[in-house]
Structure formats: C-alpha cells, structure tokens
C-alpha cells in the first residue's frame, strides 16, 4: 500500500464483534436465539455521546467501510472517498459506525454461519430478513455502544431505505436521515433484474438448492453471472461507453479474420464476476436481493408514503444522480414528495453524473461539495 493513500484515509483499523444472546424476533414469524454482528468504527465518541453516524452498506457491501485493515491492503473499505478526516463525514467531528447486516457473509451471522440446532450451516435455511430485522439488530448494536441517539443515519440504495426505516422505526433515535439513490419501493424492473439474478445462481448445477457447503461446493458460474447482471444496471450507458466503447481485447471486426473478436466490456464483467464468486456467498446474494424486493416503506400506511413518513421526526436529506437508472431521480422525487407532504424538514439534490447508479461511491465533486455542506449542519447540532 502506497503511504499516500494510508495518509489520505483513516488509517488501519480493527473489525470488532458484538455477540448478542437476547433472540431476535424477526418480520417473517421466525427468531435468531442468538447472533453476531460484526462492525467498525471510525473517529471518536464524544463525552455527550451525540456525535455517532450510523452508515448502512447496500447489497453487496459490509462492515470495511474506510481505512485499511493492514499496510498489506492494495485497496480502503468501500466507502473511503466520503469516510475520513476533512472528508463529508469527517471522523474528526463524528463517530462512525459501520457493520455488516445479518445474513451477510463478511462476519456477521448469516446463511454460511453454524445453525445452532443442526451443527450445519444455515443455508437456505436461514431467516428471511427485512430492512426492519436490520434495523432492529442496528439499534441493539447502537444500546451496546451507549448510543441513544444519532445524529445522523446513513445510506445509499439498499442502505438508504435502512435509513428510511430507521426514521420509522426509531423516530426518537434518528436525527438526521441521509438517503442517496434509493426508493420507497422497487420498480417492476427491478424486481425483474433481481430475479434474473437469483435464477441465474439457483439453476447452477453446484447449487445443491442452497446446501452447497455441505456438498464442499460453490455455485461460482450462477454467482457469477448474477454479479454480471447486476453489475451492468449499476452503470449508465455513457459509463460504459467511455469506459470501454467497442475496443477489443481481442481478435478483429474485419471480415474475413479467422480470429473471434472479444470486446473489452466482456472482459471486464468476467473478471468482475468472477472476482465476486470468490468472496461473496450465493445465498447471502439471494437473502439481500429479496430484502431488496421486499422493502416497501409505505405498505402499513396503507400505501400512503406521506401518511408513513408523518411517523418520522428527523430532517432529511435525500440525492439523486441524472444518469442512474436503477434508482432514477424520479424515485427519490417521490419520497421529497411525500416528505414535503408529510411535513418533515427535508433538502433534496440531483447530481449532474455520468456514473449511473454507481455515482453515490464515487467522489463526485459536486456530491462531495453538498454532502460536506450537509453533514458540518449535522455537526453543528449534535
């Protein structure tokens, strides 16, 4: 690791482990007799206790949010370009936290965990989970830390609906809710490419209808192509065009060549996707993408995103970004909506980005210029 890039982050830091032997009740009827979560923090806890940031990682994300875990790292956690001294959530003001949801395959309990009860690992077997179970297990997490109240909560896609449900759940325990490139509730789309993806990993023949640890197996080509899906639909297509165009790898376009022609985008998501195979578990893919597919915010509110956001008391912030398609402006439109409906204090910004859905992990500069200014407000009052 170059000093450079250790000098520009937090530095090395440490996971730690919550063990928690209360039961969880969870959404679908079922219980965790007990679990694990597993969690870092950045920055210091101030003598008030009112400095704590809450960040919640998206689907394939985890614990390692910024810095570096030895001087070994080639790269810092996932979200290092907003995680750090002097950067948007600036650890010389907050206290982060960061951790790695239930059902993850980074250290937290989850379907690759030993069932108590079998002396196997869950599998398929292992709970549903909803944004609601999540958040639930965030805020025992939180009592664990002495923590009673955020100043902020934190999340993009599949984290900012956390965040969202946060505002619901623990109205009292939230201050400020900042949501970026998310949604009330999945398109149809959506829910289509999610499907694709979890078809793709369950007609792997390793698959074993997800008992493929005990069968010593990894449905590494089904995981694999599910990343690929995935992968395009985070990217907008000038992302793509500028970052690959039609250039080949590979072999030639003039007729008459005897030599295939591989293009540069194929080999990317190939290399993408079998990078992904290699680190994270197919059935923790299909447990976050059906979180993903059942999020609803307004469901119990009779589908009414105002009459559910009137349960909120925090300010909000909310981003967009013009070229993400997966969870297009439009969708984050609905919930400023419903929140100036509703009455909640609520600022709202769509960033000019060619990135697509990708853009809320990249240092934008405008992005980085308004979550900056946001977040020294949140500083301001905690």
Same mark, same amino acid.
């Given at each position: 690791m170059e000093s450079a890039?250790?000098?520009?982050?937090?530095?090395?830091?440490?996971?730690?482990?919550?063990?928690?032997?209360?039961?969880?009740?969870?959404?679908?009827?079922?219980?965790? #007799?007990?679990?694990?979560?597993?969690?870092?923090?950045?920055?210091?806890?101030?003598?008030?206790?009112?400095?704590?940031?809450?960040?919640?990682?998206?689907?394939?994300?985890?614990?390692?949010?910024?810095?570096?875990?030895? *001087?070994?790292?080639?790269?810092?956690?996932?979200?290092?370009?907003?995680?750090?001294?002097?950067?948007?959530?600036?650890?010389?003001?907050?206290?982060?936290?960061?951790?790695?949801?239930?059902?993850?395959?980074?250290?937290?309990?989850? #379907?690759?965990? *030993?069932?108590?009860?079998?002396?196997? #690992?869950?599998?398929?077997?292992? #709970?549903?989970?909803?944004?609601?179970?999540?958040?639930?297990?965030?805020?025992?997490?939180?009592?664990r830390l002495e923590i009673d109240c955020w100043a902020a909560v934190i999340g993009g896609s599949l984290g900012g609906m956390q965040a969202m449900r946060w505002s619901l759940e623990f109205p009292d325990r939230i201050k400020h809710c900042i949501v970026i490139a998310a949604a009330l509730k999945l398109s149809a789309q959506n829910l289509a490419f999610n499907e694709v993806a979890r078809q793709a990993i369950e007609s792997d023949p390793e698959f074993f209808s997800g008992s493929y640890q005990d069968h010593a197996k990894v449905p590494?080509?089904?995981?694999?192509?599910?990343?690929?899906?995935?992968?395009?639909?985070?990217?907008?297509?000038?992302?793509?065009?500028?970052?690959?165009?039609?250039d080949l790898r590979s072999g030639s376009l003039i007729p008459g060549e005897e030599t295939t022609p591989e293009f540069q985008v194929q080999s990317y998501l190939r290399h993408q996707g079998s990078r992904f195979s290699g680190s994270f578990d197919a059935n923790t893919y299909i447990l976050m993408t059906r979180a993903l597919d059942y999020f609803d915010l307004a469901l119990e509110h009779g589908n009414d995103p105002v009459a559910a956001f009137r349960q909120a008391k925090c300010s909000f912030l909310v981003m967009s970004f013009s070229t993400d398609w997966r969870f297009s402006p439009e969708r984050s439109r609905e919930i400023v909506n419903a929140l100036v409906e509703a009455g909640r204090p609520v600022s709202y910004t769509e960033i000019d980005a060619n990135e697509g859905h990708d853009a809320f992990l990249l240092p934008i500069p405008r992005y980085m210029d308004i979550f900056s200014a946001y977040m020294r407000r949140v500083g301001e009052q905690d």
């Open positions: 890039k250790l000098n520009q982050s937090i530095g090395i830091v440490t996971p730690q482990v919550a063990r928690f032997d209360e039961p969880l009740a969870l959404t679908c009827g079922r219980e965790l #007799p007990a679990y694990e979560l597993i969690y870092e923090t950045y920055g210091a806890l101030n003598k008030a206790h009112s400095n704590a940031v809450l960040v919640c990682h998206a689907l394939s994300g985890n614990h390692h949010a910024a810095g570096f875990h030895s *001087t070994e790292d080639r790269k810092p956690g996932w979200w290092d370009e907003c995680i750090g001294p002097g950067k948007p959530i600036d650890t010389n003001r907050f206290f982060v936290v960061s951790l790695n949801n239930l059902g993850g395959c980074h250290g937290s309990t989850g #379907p690759s965990s *030993t069932n108590p009860e079998t002396g196997k #690992p869950w599998g398929s077997n292992f #709970p549903p989970m909803r944004a609601r179970d999540w958040v639930h297990s965030q805020a025992r997490l939180a009592q590494s080509r089904g995981l694999a192509l599910a990343r690929m899906i995935g992968h395009i639909t985070y990217l907008s297509d000038d992302a793509m065009a500028n970052k690959f165009g039609r």
